[in-house]
């Protein structure tokens, strides 16, 4: 069922963008509470570093869990995100819960980004099929500030004594 809606799309546009944008919604609460916990449960010689970046990363992805559903509404869906919801609907996998160790969260971390953003751009797809510029100017912003912290998680993965070739694999 949708609400009434001031956006100018049609019931089959705007019921696409809701089921796309709820969807997204839970992963991006998924998402956000597993950066939250490995905020806290930083240990070791990377805290000074992570705890702050961490804590901005779950910052920026909070702004991202209240945006994308309120867009929801705007639309006339009905916004999701119980936690319920949120642990039976996401799809970018499981964050263990008794990590504490810098490497290793960020180990956690780096391939929920990745497949957040995998579901970041499936979105805009449906978005751009669906004609909606209003839909993916905010995926697209989502997708952006969650790309500079991935990319920043990425970075410090690669050991410090072994650049990656430039050069093609055979």
Do not use: K
């Not at 992963?27 to 961490?54: K, N, Q, W």
């Not at 119980?82 to 964050?95: C, L, S």
């Not at 991935?150 to 993965?157: E, H, K, R, S």
Request: aromatic letters at 8%; hydrophobic letters at 45%; a negative charge.
């Amino acid at each position: 069922m949708l609400y009434p809606s001031p956006a100018p799309y049609d019931d089959a546009t705007r019921a696409a963008l809701v089921d796309a944008f709820a969807a997204l919604t839970l992963d991006a609460m998924a998402l956000e509470a597993s950066v939250y916990l490995a905020h806290r449960a930083c240990r070791g010689p990377l805290t000074i570093a992570l705890h702050p970046f961490l804590g901005a990363f779950a910052a920026r992805l909070g702004e991202y869990t209240d945006a994308l559903p309120e867009y929801v509404a705007m639309l006339g869906g009905q916004p999701t995100g119980t936690a319920e919801q949120v642990a039976d609907g996401h799809r970018i996998g499981a964050f263990p819960a008794d990590l504490s160790d810098g490497a290793a969260l960020l180990q956690a971390l780096h391939p929920m980004t990745r497949a957040f953003l995998l579901q970041c751009h499936g979105v805009a797809a449906v978005a751009n099929e669906q004609g909606a510029t209003d839909a993916l100017d905010l995926v697209t912003r989502v997708i952006a500030g969650t790309q500079h912290y991935g990319w920043q998680i990425a970075a410090m993965l690669v050991p410090p004594s072994s650049p990656p070739s430039l050069s093609p694999s055979p």
